[in-house]
Structure formats: C-alpha cells, structure tokens
C-alpha cells in the first residue's frame, strides 16, 4: 500500500515564525498536494506539484510556499507564521501521468499545526 | 472554489441502520470521488464512480450518480459502529484537481 507520511503530527509554533512541513510518499507518485482543513470550510488545496521541481497554486495560496526537489518529498513552507494558520495540514499524492481527477488521492495523517 | 456540497451536514444513526448521504455539485464531471475521514486523520478513498456509470458498489458501499440532477449519493447498509467517520465528495475543480465538499459526520451509535 502506498505510505504518505507526514513528519509532525502536532506543531505548536509562535507567531513569525519559519515552518516547514514535510511529506514523503514511498510509490513513486508524481502528483503531490497539500491542502488545509478548517471546521466549517472543508478541505482547501494550497499548492501542488505535477513533478519534481514544479508547483502551481492552489485556491489559497497566500502566506505559503512549497518545494520539491525530490519526487518522494513535498514540503511546505510557511515563512512567517501567523494566528489565522492554525489548521490541520493534510499531504497527497497520485499517481499521476493522467488528469489528477480521474485518480484516487492517498493521504498523509495530517499535521494539526497550532500558532500562538 | 466549492464544486461539491454533501448533506446532511451530520447524521446520527444506530448500528445496524442504513446511512446515506447526498453530494451535489455544479458543473459537468468526468467522475466523482467518496472519501473517508475517521477523526483527527488523513481522508481515505472509498469509490470512484464515472460520469458514465449509475451506480457502483463496493462491500457495504453503494455509490450512485445522477449526471442530470447533478447529484450522488453514498449509502452505507448495516452500518458498525467504526463507520463513525466523516465523508466527502470530490469532484475536479477548475485547474483540473480535486475540490472536496464539506462533508457529512457520520455517527453510528452502538
């Protein structure tokens, strides 16, 4: 089965801040996401990466970045902490090779990120 | 960018009891995906269904979709006590990935 692991299953940070989250997929999947879940909003895409160093952003992109410069790893990075970045981070990937939306989506557990 | 809405928003069952809950979403699909959430973890896929199919199954699972109505529905027969999770629809979004709704919580009570 494929593995999509998060480093951190809790953070606890302070304001300003320099974040990283990693995530790393064992099945060689070209497509990798990271999205955040807040109560009441659902699950919202961040960036995400068709290959190794490339991105594109997602629906909320602001206040993050990301890198990629291994196929296995995706990290994001928030440069300067802030209050309303308290969420629970969620990491994916698929396959890839076709349409991200005709694949299924294997998930990390999730980082609850909390920003004092 | 919201594609899919479920609903109920919650559901409360007893175990045993069949659950079903609704996904509709607003532009034309090529398919659309059930996930799972059991508390404080990562989502798990659960079906895909394609816009050409009607329905779907999958062990207790039994997806359908209505491409005229715009709609899905996941029902889940005699549910357990460790079906207690949340469930999403996703469908693609306009760059092309996956859009999630806001999901239903599910409780199945023992």
């Known amino acids: 089965d494929v593995k999509v692991t998060q480093s951190s299953r809790y953070l606890v940070k302070r304001t300003g801040e320099k974040v990283f989250l990693e995530c790393v997929q064992d099945m060689d999947h070209e497509n990798m996401f990271w999205y955040r879940q807040d109560p009441g909003l659902g699950l919202r895409l961040i960036y995400f990466?068709?290959?190794?160093?490339?991105?594109e952003k997602g629906d909320i992109p602001e206040g993050y970045s990301v890198s990629r410069e291994k196929k296995e790893r995706f990290s994001l990075i928030l440069e300067s902490a802030s209050t309303n970045q308290t969420s629970m981070y969620l990491c994916?990937?698929?396959?890839?090779?076709?349409?991200?939306?005709?694949?299924?989506?294997?998930f990390g557990s999730g980082t609850q990120l909390s920003v004092l | 960018s919201q594609q899919g809405e479920e609903d109920p928003q919650a559901l409360s069952i007893q175990e045993g009891e069949n659950a079903t809950m609704n996904c509709s979403y607003k532009?034309?699909?090529?398919?659309l995906q059930w996930y799972r959430q059991n508390s404080g973890r990562g989502l798990v896929h659960l079906i895909l269904i394609r816009s050409n199919e009607r329905e779907k199954h999958s062990g207790r699972l039994r997806v359908t979709l209505d491409t005229s109505k715009k709609s899905s529905s996941l029902l889940i027969t005699a549910s357990r006590a460790a079906d207690t999770a949340s469930y999403f629809c996703a469908t693609a979004g306009s760059q092309g990935n996956l859009i999630f709704g806001k999901g239903t919580k599910l409780s199945v009570k023992p």
């Open positions: 532009t034309s699909i090529n398919n």
């Open positions: 990466s068709y290959d190794v160093k490339m991105k």
């Open positions: 994916a990937s698929s396959l890839g090779g076709v349409a991200a939306t005709n694949e299924k989506l294997f």
